[in-house]
C-alpha cells in the first residue's frame, strides 16, 4: 500500500502532466501581419515653363434687382371661431348599473353579518398578533392579502351585498391563522 506523501507526490505529477498537455506545443507559428491597405498618393510634377500667364479678370458688374417686401399676406381667410358644444344638463337620478346578487333570507342576512363581524374580528385579531414580529418577505405578503380581503370585506358590507362581505372575510380569517401558525 502506498503511503500518504507518495499519493500526494503522484497526484502533483498528474495534475503537472495536465497542465504541460494543455498547454500546447512549444512550436508555434508567427502570427500573420496583417495586410495594409494603402494607397500611394503621387502628386503631378508640372513644369514652370508651360503654364500660361494668368490675365487679371474683367471688371464685371451686375445689377441685383430689389427684392419685394416679406409680409404677412394670407391666402387663406382666417378659420372662424366655433363655440364648444354646451355641457349636457345635469340629470337628477344616477343610471348606476345593477349588480346581480342571490336572493337572500332576513335569517340567512342576519348569519352573514354576524359570520362576517366575527371572520374580521379574528382576521384583524391575528394581524395584531404578527404587527410587532418580523416578517420574512412571505409573511408580509400574506399580511398584505389578509389586509385586502378585509377591505373588500368592509366595502361589500358598506354596499350591502352580505354574502360578498362573508366570502371576503373568512378568505381573510383563513390566511390570518396560516400567517399565525407560521409565527
Known sequence: MKTKSELTKICRAAVCGCLVWSAGCDERKPQAKPVVNFIAVVHP??????????EAPPDL?????ELPELGLNRTQPAKPHVAPAPAPEPTAEKHVEPTIAPEVTTEEMIAAKTQTKHDLDVAEHNLTMAQGKSL?????DLASKIRGFADNAREAMRAGDWTKAKNFSK????????????L
Open 45 to 54: 510634377v508640372i513644369p514652370r515653363e508651360t503654364t500660361p500667364a494668368l
Open 61 to 65: 458688374s451686375a445689377e441685383v434687382p
Open 136 to 140: 420574512n418577505p412571505t409573511q408580509q
Open 171 to 182: 378568505k381573510a380569517e383563513v390566511l390570518s391563522e396560516q400567517l399565525v401558525e407560521s
